[in-house]
């Protein structure tokens, strides 16, 4: 079955880098653009960056940019997002999205989340 298991998440001081990693398995990860979101309670789950499939074309909400960096392995089925610079606002559970658009039907998985805290 799809899955997509993230990992990395942890307690971090301002300022400081974090890698969170997501695993993915049970479809054609070549197919699908990968994204990563973050959500804090009470607040909707927004887009923080995305990758497409040739792991090139990247996109990052303007609150990260210049501070994150999203990569994917297409060999491993794996897809990263190097933290740096940590703020106490980028504090949320973040989640690994996989999407991916075929004939006409939109096919969207999530992984359960892994939480960062920016802190010190």
């Known amino acids: 079955q799809v899955q997509l298991v993230e990992s990395g998440g942890g307690l971090v001081q301002p300022g400081g880098s974090l890698r969170v990693s997501c695993a993915a398995s049970?479809?054609?990860?070549?197919?699908?653009?990968m994204n990563w979101f973050h959500q804090t309670p009470g607040k909707e789950r927004e887009l923080v960056a995305g990758?497409?499939?040739?792991?090139?074309?990247?996109n990052y909400a303007d609150s990260v940019k210049g501070r994150f960096t999203i990569s994917r392995d297409n060999a491993k089925n794996m897809v990263y997002l190097q933290m740096n610079s940590l703020k106490p606002e980028d504090t949320a559970v973040y989640y690994c999205n996989a999407r991916a658009w075929k004939n006409g039907y939109e096919y969207d998985y999530w992984g359960q989340g892994t939480q960062v805290t920016v802190s010190s």
């Open positions: 990758i497409a499939v040739n792991g090139v074309s990247t």
């Open positions: 049970g479809f054609i990860f070549t197919d699908y653009v």
